[in-house]
């Protein structure tokens, strides 16, 4: 499990300063609007939250709940992610906490967060069934988790997939990248089981009572074929304490 996780860290390291101008473009996307109508949906509308955006990368979710006058802590593996997370933090003029840390072993004392949010984190954790229960005991009573991620261990994804404009991620990667992206996909689909079905289980397991699972966010919130497009379809399971 460690050294995926370390082929990991290596992998994003790279991958960082791309990843990075491509999330601020998100952010002044049209997309900001629909990924922050998602997430509020599920959210109480009366008060400031606590907030923790796990597998923050450069900040994204962070930083669009921040701005709507949440305390938001991000938290990531890769310490080049949470260097560009603060960085891009002081570009927008928005403030957010963030800090390098493992999502499946997250330190912080029991019901310290109102809400967990994550977006494409936890295909890549290796021990699924732990985490949600980690992350359930982190959650006050009445909080939730609410979680953007696909099965991508059995999505198709094309390098040379011309539909793709080719600004997009997918077809400006190295063959060295994609190489690498690959291997880490096969590695981690040893973890895996069919999602979201096996996702539902886990939390159930993990002591949620109430679990939504809406498989349509990706329609949503991937109208284009623009260089955010996600060929693999994007669920969102909002589980509640």
Known sequence: MESVKHRIVQYWTQRAQAFQDQRIREFEDVKHERWLREIERYLPQDRSLRILDLGTGTGYFALILAA?????????LTPEMISRAHETAGKLGIHADFRVMDAENPDF??????????????????????????????????????????????????????????????RTLSQAQWAENEAITLELSAYQQPRPQWDVGLLIEAGFEKICLDTGVYRRIYQEMDEFYNPTPVFCLAAYK
């Open 68 to 76: 709507r006058g949440h305390e938001v802590l991000g938290i990531d």
């Open 109 to 170: 004392e029991p019901e310290s967060f109102d809400v967990l949010v994550t977006r494409n984190l936890t295909w890549t954790l290796p021990d699924l069934e732990k985490t949600y229960a980690e992350w359930y005991r982190l959650l006050k009573p009445g909080g939730i988790l609410i979680n953007f991620d696909a099965d991508y261990c059995r999505g198709v994804w094309d390098k040379g997939d011309d539909s793709l404009p080719d600004t997009h991620a997918h």
